[in-house]
């Protein structure tokens, strides 16, 4: 492998002289400045997840004045237990779209696994955490399997997964029975997405983050000003960081209110919350700044280049497979535990959800853009629509169709995107 390498960002600054003359170089800016430079970003097709936080924004103001129960503190808490499986997918399969690759098969397998931890965490079998490390070991050992095949062998990553899609559902019927339900979940698995932090542990929680980012955001600055590289301005750090602050407080506050019935007290934010801000966290650390993450976009951006530069294309592809298949089992504990339940179906269509997911939030079908918060986002906006419509009372056939519909015009906002930068539709 190469000993350096330049990150995604900086390639597609260095493509776009306007943005440099607005930055300049080793010198800091104001607000203004950044502004025009993001204004000149979006007009070059470099829209991110701005159109997915857009139908966010405009679905809650929809779906707020439709139905009174919407922006309620029970249902705000809900969405976030709906959608958090859906969000780790999206982030799971987040490592093979950059590389311009498809997993159709990260449904079925944490199908696989969950069935083998909840049929073999019975009463009378295995301790909970012997079960999960085997639904993980079924996780590495798919995604190793499609690595192989993928990246070694050369067989395209759709014909791969889809033979998976289709062979694992055989799996899980060897191993739960042809209409079997194994219900019996493990209480510490179950509280995941059925309970909530005390009130005061959502400030804990919020305090904590925000340390996290001022430290990160500080060594940033710190590594970059040691490299002779040019800095950002602080006004800008403060200014998003201070947002951060603002709407994670307003949204601990939201949540604090006590949402449960006359007879029983329920307040607090839901544990998942935390679970899934941490493994979003450290996938951005190993996207944004590792040489694996940069070798991810490298490759999706032009294969080719990035093995003549020394990245071992080989290496990076199969280890890409790895991370995504077993966070998809992480998604899948985070969906029996919400469920209580896992069956012959599991994981079938959720899928489809998940790369619905990413490329809503503006994560490139084409590989080589996007970022995993924007996977994030996008599962907010399918979460939603699921939610708002069945406050609504529309039926399952109508979020489908509302769903697809939003995949379609994301994906052609993202050829559209490509084909004012200059990228080419063609992978």
Same mark, same amino acid.
Not at 19 to 28: P, W
């Given at each position: ?145 499609? *690595?192989?095949?993928?990246?070694? &062998?050369?067989?395209?990553?759709? !014909? /791969?997964? %889809?033979? $998976?899609? =289709? +062979? @694992?559902? #055989? ?88 949402? *449960?019935?006359?007879?029983?007290? &329920?307040?607090?934010?839901?544990? !998942? /919350?935390? %679970?899934? $801000?941490? =493994? +979003? @966290?450290? #996938? ?107 406050? =609504? +009372? ?34």
């Amino acid at each position: 492998m190469s000993t350096e390498s330049t990150s995604p960002v900086a390639a597609e600054a260095a493509k776009k002289p306007e943005t440099q003359s607005l930055l300049g170089e080793g010198v800091e800016h104001g607000v203004i400045d950044h502004a025009r430079a993001y204004v000149g970003r979006v007009r070059g097709g470099e829209m991110g997840a701005l159109p997915a936080l857009g139908g966010l924004l405009v679905l809650f103001a929809i779906f707020g004045a439709s139905h009174e129960a919407f922006l309620t503190p029970r249902n705000m808490a809900n969405l976030m237990t709906q959608a958090a499986p859906l969000v780790v997918l999206g982030m799971a399969l987040v490592f093979v779209l950059l590389l311009g690759e498809i997993d159709l098969s990260a449904g079925v397998t944490f199908g696989v696994a969950m069935a083998v931890f909840v049929k073999y965490t019975q009463p009378d079998g295995l301790s909970w955490p012997v079960g999960l490390a085997l639904a993980m070991g079924i996780g590495f050992a798919v995604g190793a399997t499609i *690595g192989f095949f993928v990246a070694k &062998i050369g067989v395209p990553s759709f !014909v /791969v997964t %889809l033979g $998976l899609f =289709l +062979g @694992l559902q #055989g799996v899980i019927l060897i191993v739960i029975g042809a209409g079997g339900t194994y219900r019996l979940i493990p209480e510490p698995i179950k509280a995941i997405q059925n309970s909530n932090m005390p009130v005061w542990g959502g400030w804990v929680l919020l305090v904590g983050l925000m340390a996290l980012l001022v430290a990160v955001a500080m060594w940033d600055r710190w590594r970059r000003s040691k490299s002779g590289a040019p800095n950002g301005s602080l006004s800008i750090m403060f200014l998003k960081l201070g947002a951060i602050a603002v709407i994670g407080g307003a949204l601990v506050v939201f949540l604090s209110v006590d949402r *449960g019935s006359v007879n029983q007290a &329920i307040a607090g934010v839901p544990i !998942v /919350v935390p %679970l899934v $801000l941490i =493994l +979003g @966290l450290i #996938g951005t650390f190993v996207l944004d700044r590792t040489k694996f993450g940069r070798y991810i976009y490298a490759i999706g951006g032009n294969r080719e280049a990035a093995r003549r530069s020394g990245v071992n294309v080989t290496a990076v592809k199969w280890s890409a497979f790895i991370v995504c298949s077993s966070l998809a089992v992480v998604a899948g504990l985070l969906y029996v535990s919400r469920v209580g339940s896992a069956d012959a179906s599991t994981g079938r269509e959720i899928v489809l959800s998940g790369v619905a997911a990413a490329v809503v939030g503006g994560v490139s079908l084409f590989g080589g853009r996007g970022r995993l918060m924007h996977a994030a986002v996008g599962a907010l906006v399918i979460a939603t629509i699921e939610n708002g419509l069945g406050l =609504l +009372g529309f039926s399952a056939g109508a979020t489908l169709a509302v769903s697809g519909g939003v995949l379609i015009l994301a994906a052609t906002v993202d050829a559209l995107a490509r084909r004012r930068s200059g990228g080419s539709t063609n992978s």
